[in-house]
């Protein structure tokens, strides 16, 4: 198989602008993923900085509703509240080996934009952070988090003005600034290297789940359940049980308002082979092949795409693709906090949403990914 594609998934479809920077990229990742000492200062920072491992959390009450054992992998108690550092510490990291100036990054629900702005302030990189009008609006504490940690935030205000827009914006500043920025991508889709390399960072997380559901319950689970937007939380955590085929591995999609074009985000249920942002992938098409609007309660899950890799796993069905509605995930948003007293961000919801849905054989065990916490969605939430 070439190493770019997963099957016919994947690729490096960008102008000629943007092939020596990939193929830079490709070759220092390549040299540093397998340095002892790169990947030991990648994980001292980590541990020191982010607070890994995160706990693996036996879900009593919520077990004891579905009759079956549940774990919460807790990403929400890595520092700036979402797995998102897992993959901005490891690439400002390889940045700063290249000999970068700037990091340049694309952001939805505000989570990545935080993130990587955390990492620049970290490592004393300017951060320069693209981000789509409406989004700015719907995740204002972000945007301050952002401008407090000495990033400059970037509202785009062309086309729906939301994550598609924003990667837009930043692949054309890229374009023009090159040699001396480096494109911080903040999920496991993009051209060749970047689905590999988001993938090779926050594989942390399922390597962690696999040591800590050993410890605990001495075999593996039975489900791993992850939502779905880019899916770099999903591959994160899926990676590691890929191999083993007696794992049900669930991919939580946006179901939106519901399973009609322009009002959901369901990309592996409902999408079409297209090119968008420098792969092939799946996407939500019209018949003409145009980018349709979508929708989805979690601003992080409201692109039109998914990773290649994972069109790839649904194709092959090796995971499961599901799509849960808003008024789904609202429910579980709060089911999930009154049965464990752990808010989640409306994007793991939407895995906690397909756990609540489901029967289950007594003495499954399940994992979800809580791939960040829910304050930044108080506002959404209140009221419904």
């Not at 099957?7 to 920077?21: I, R």
């Not at 990189?125 to 989004?135: H, L, R, S």
Request: glycine share 10%; charged share 25%.
């Amino acid at each position: 198989m070439n190493r770019k594609y997963y099957g016919e998934f994947g690729g490096q479809y960008v102008p000629e602008v943007f092939m020596p920077a990939l193929e830079e990229l490709e070759h220092s990742f390549r040299h540093y993923k397998d340095s002892d000492a790169f990947r030991s200062e990648y994980r001292r920072i980590l541990a020191d900085f982010g607070g890994r491992p995160t706990p693996l959390t036996f879900a009593e009450h919520l077990s004891h509703l579905k009759r079956c054992r549940i774990y919460l992998k807790r990403e929400d108690l890595l520092h700036t509240g979402a797995h998102k550092l897992n993959n901005t510490v490891g690439q400002a990291l390889l940045a700063l080996k290249m000999k970068k100036k700037e990091l340049i990054a694309e952001t939805g629900a505000g989570q990545h934009g935080v993130s990587v702005a955390t990492a620049g302030a970290y490592f004393n990189i300017p951060v320069k952070v693209f981000m789509g009008a409406e989004d700015v609006k719907r995740q204002a504490l972000n945007v301050f988090k952002m401008k407090l940690l000495g990033a400059e935030v970037v509202p785009v205000k062309k086309g729906q003005r939301t994550l598609k827009d924003a990667i837009n914006e930043a692949f054309r500043y890229w374009s023009s600034h090159v040699k001396t920025s480096y494109y911080l991508l903040g999920s496991v889709m993009g051209p060749y290297p970047y689905p590999e390399i988001v993938k090779y960072f926050q594989s942390i997380i399922g390597q962690e789940v696999q040591s800590q559901i050993l410890k605990a319950e001495q075999r593996l689970p039975d489900y791993i359940v992850a939502c779905v937007g880019g899916g770099s939380n999903a591959m994160g955590i899926f990676n590691t049980f890929i191999p083993n085929k007696k794992i049900r591995l669930i991919a939580c999609e946006a179901g939106g308002r519901q399973l009609r074009p322009q009002l959901h985000s369901a990309t592996l249920n409902k999408g079409r082979l297209g090119v968008l942002h420098g792969m092939k992938t799946l996407l939500l098409t019209d018949r003409f092949g145009q980018i349709e609007k979508v929708h989805s309660i979690a601003p992080g899950l409201d692109y039109p795409g998914v990773g290649p890799e994972l069109s790839f796993l649904a194709r092959t069905k090796r995971i499961e693709p599901v799509s849960i509605n808003d008024d789904e995930a609202v429910k579980a948003f709060k089911v999930l906090s009154r049965k464990t007293g752990i808010i989640p961000a409306l994007e793991s919801a939407h895995a906690v949403a397909w756990v609540l849905k489901s029967r289950f054989k007594p003495g499954n065990i399940a994992v979800i990914n809580i791939s960040g916490r829910g304050d930044k969605d108080l506002n959404t939430v209140h009221g419904l």
